[in-house]
């Protein structure tokens, strides 16, 4: 009894001092003291470096716009007929003027016929009728009839002239509707499929267009912006410095299409304090397809300002900060950072150009840590390929 009560007090003892042991490992001090060991005078740490440059650099807006044709058109039948040909491919462009759709015009022409017939029946009695009117005149003048005779005749006259007037009126009307039996592309675009063949029954009453044509060249591009923009915005579009490029998610590197602001929308969004804006691109590779969703970067205006590496900012509970390399060691700078412009981030305060900065390796640094700078890895890639 009195062995096992021994073997469980060493038991004991020996667990409380692992314990002791673990915990003097994960303590501040342990870690302290680990670091100072992996920190031992001597070890130098290979870093990446770049240079703090203080150059011209844009200002710009980044947002999501959509891409909308600056005029759709919607074809409709504007007689009810019979489609007899359709002379387009479905998504072909189209010119302006271009013949889409023959319909069926037989109907139309027979009226033409039969309205063309009258007139020549009503020109026909207008000439008797101005016989009768010349010849009740002479009559009148020699006393040899009543001048009732040839009032009548002038009133007859008259009417024919009247009947031939609207005869040539519905003449008119029906060549009208003839003509929409041709229907051509009211403008220059890409033209949706048909939604009709041959042989298909169009009404004017139908709400489903026969096709659509979207004009590709050039296109809006409409993005909304915070309305605490809107006078910088306003400055630049004055100061002719606004510019718009547009491009669409995964496109490549290189597909950009390129614009100017048109219009800036007359109100702001109460509810999401947003004002819309739209750009004109000219789009003349039809780059911007109408309902593209695309990314927006409008420039304002460029600025002199410190740029580094956004590689080089690091983040930390107190703020923005970069490893500064001066006389072989990295210390530690504190950094105001405003915007990134593509890889590079502007900084405007605690730098001033020139710096060289830490762009990688920045997970082994401490303050004053001794470094062994080397230039980047698209350096070195692009010496052992001419190397090579």
């Known amino acids: 009894m009195n062995r096992r009560k021994w073997l469980f007090g060493v038991a004991v003892l020996a667990l409380i001092g692992v314990a002791v042991l673990i915990r003097g490992f994960w303590t501040a001090d342990g870690v302290a003291a680990r670091s100072a060991r992996g920190q031992a005078p001597g070890r130098v740490v290979a870093v990446e470096v770049a240079k703090a440059e203080r150059k011209q650099v844009p200002v710009q807006l980044q947002a999501l716009g959509t891409v909308t044709p600056i005029a759709s058109v919607a074809l409709k039948a504007r007689v009810d007929t019979n489609i007899t040909e359709v002379h387009f491919a479905d998504g072909a462009h189209v ?37 009768d009117v010349r010849r009740y005149t002479d009559l009148v003048g020699k006393g040899a009839t009543p001048v009732t005779n040839l009032d009548n005749a002038k009133t007859q006259s008259d009417v024919y002239k009247a009947a031939i007037q609207a005869d040539q009126g519905v003449l008119q009307n029906l060549k009208v509707q003839l003509s929409y039996c041709t229907v051509t592309a009211p403008i220059s675009g890409r033209i949706s499929a048909a939604a009709v063949k041959i042989g298909n029954f169009v009404r004017q009453a139908d709400t489903a267009p026969m096709a659509t044509i979207n004009q590709m060249a050039p296109v809006y ?84 300002a410190v740029t580094v590496p956004s590689t080089a900012v690091q983040v930390s509970q107190t703020g923005n900060f970069v490893f500064v390399v001066k006389d072989g060691a990295a210390h530690v700078q504190r950094v105001t950072v405003e915007r990134q412009v593509g890889g590079q981030t502007v900084v405007t305060q605690g730098l001033n150009g020139g710096e060289t900065v830490v762009t990688e390796g920045q997970l082994l640094l401490s303050e004053g840590a001794r470094v062994n700078p080397r230039p980047p890895r698209s350096d070195n890639s692009s010496g052992q390929a001419a190397g090579t």
């Open 95 to 131: 010119s302006k003027g271009e013949v889409l759709f023959t319909l069926d015009g037989r109907a139309i022409q027979a009226q033409i016929a039969a309205t063309e017939g009258q007139i020549a029946r009503d020109k026909a009695q207008l000439e008797g009728a101005e016989r």
């Open 221 to 304: 591009v409409s993005f909304t912006v915070p309305q605490k923009n809107l006078p910088d915005i306003r400055q630049a579009i004055a100061n002719k410095t606004a510019t718009v490029e547009a491009t669409v998610p995964g496109a490549g590197i290189g597909k950009q299409a390129s614009g100017a602001v048109s219009m800036i929308e007359n109100t702001v969004d109460t509810a999401t304090g947003m004002a819309m804006i739209r750009a004109t691109m000219p789009n003349t590779d039809e780059l911007l397809w109408p309902g593209t969703l695309v990314n927006v970067e409008m420039t304002l205006r460029e600025e002199e």
